[in-house]
């Protein structure tokens, strides 16, 4: 089974500084993508950036990057130049190409809360 | 506007009641999804289902039921069943392709009292 861990449970950064949200994944399959998803108080779920796994470069939109390293199953997200609006709890989640019953299945990690001070 | 809506927004239960939660697209996606979401849990799938009159239980469905009888619904019941219903509720959807983005409602916080 796959599983997503979230090592911090919560995480604060001022504004216009750097933060970098950790992901860890467990999987045996070679073909598979990793997403980071931002929930606001809002609880609107949005996509924030994805990775293919047979990418080696690693995914950017914006402010948002990611340092993808498969050999060691992590995936983590960093924001450049924090908002107070990217106050939010992320989550990293995880679908491979396995079929069967985990066609279309996220997996997704417990969360982390990001607080951004001014 | 294309989007997902979900129905209610709230929604108070007694216990041993089912209720039904309503989660309608306009997107023209193939496949939809049922989450629960409770704190420090992340996100867990109940349903899913990848075409019309098809669907498949995710991780936690004992308890619950679904419909997709239009390509636009996937309706969520909850039955009395289910032993701990008090949770948020998001329904999302996705193009046909097991990589393609998921998009989600806005979701339906539930509360049996």
């Known amino acids: 089974a796959q599983t997503v861990t979230q090592s911090q449970p919560e995480m604060s950064v001022q504004e216009a500084e750097t933060v970098t949200l950790s992901c860890t994944y467990d999987?045996?399959?070679?073909?598979?993508?990793l997403f980071w998803y931002k929930q606001p108080p809002s609880r609107q779920m949005i996509l924030v950036i994805r990775q293919e796994a047979y990418k080696q470069q690693n995914a950017t939109e914006n402010r948002f990057s990611v340092n993808f390293q498969k050999a060691a199953k992590s995936f983590s997200l960093k924001i450049s130049d924090s908002q107070l609006g990217d106050t939010a709890m992320y989550f990293c989640a995880f679908i491979n190409n396995a079929g069967g019953t985990s066609y279309g299945k996220l997996t997704f990690g417990q969360g982390t809360i990001l607080t951004v001070h001014p | 506007d294309g989007g997902i809506t979900q129905s209610p927004k709230y929604l108070f239960r007694k216990e041993g009641q089912n209720v039904t939660l309503s989660c309608e697209q306009n997107?023209?996606?193939?496949?939809m999804y049922w989450y629960r979401q409770d704190p420090g849990q992340g996100l867990r799938l109940i349903y899913y289902s990848q075409i019309v009159n098809d669907f498949q239980k995710g991780d936690i469905a004992e308890g619950y039921s679904v419909s997709r009888e239009k390509k636009e619904s996937f309706p969520l019941t909850v039955t009395s069943a289910q032993k701990n219903p008090t949770a948020f509720y998001l329904c999302a959807s996705s193009s046909r392709g097991v990589f393609n983005e998921q998009f989600f409602g806005p979701g339906t916080r539930l509360t049996v009292l």
């Open positions: 999987t045996s399959e070679n073909n598979y993508y």
């Open positions: 997107l023209n996606h193939d496949a």
